[in-house]
């Protein structure tokens, strides 16, 4: 499977951002998603993540309450949206996933992900 992300761009700060990733050549059924993101100067950092089901969502806790990411099967596609953007917010944010037989659970890590996007660049502006 072949990931695509789309919905990059310049913010403005404050405002929101829905970032969408797209499977080609395959489907997200047996596969938990995430976001990740890098930063300039910064390490890849896990954003938020969904298992295979759709039913378990895990946040970043310093993201908590401003993410939301979220899974359609019919569409094939995981969305990530952000409320509230900020400056620190400006990044690299890639989609990655891998085939898991768990229904609910969804790695951290992104050594555990097999699978990427080549990313989409997020601007944001004060």
């Known amino acids: 499977v072949q990931l695509v992300e789309s919905g990059g761009g310049l913010v403005q700060a404050g405002g929101s951002l829905r970032l969408s990733c797209v499977a080609i050549?395959?489907?997200?059924?047996?596969?938990?998603v995430a976001w990740f993101r890098q930063g300039p100067g910064k390490g890849r950092e896990f954003v938020a993540g969904v298992g295979q089901s759709g039913g378990n969502v895990r946040y970043a806790d310093s993201l908590l309450g401003r993410v939301i990411i979220s899974k359609d099967k019919l569409t094939n596609t995981v969305a990530l949206e952000m409320d509230n953007v900020k400056s620190e917010d400006t990044a690299v944010y890639y989609c990655?996933?891998?085939?898991?037989?768990?229904?609910?659970?969804?790695?951290?890590?992104?050594?555990?992900?097999?699978?990427w996007g080549q990313g989409t660049q997020v601007y944001v502006s004060s």
């Open positions: 050549g395959g489907t997200f059924r047996d596969y938990a």
């Open positions: 990655a996933a891998y085939w898991t037989d768990s229904s609910y659970y969804v790695s951290t890590d992104p050594n555990h992900f097999g699978t």
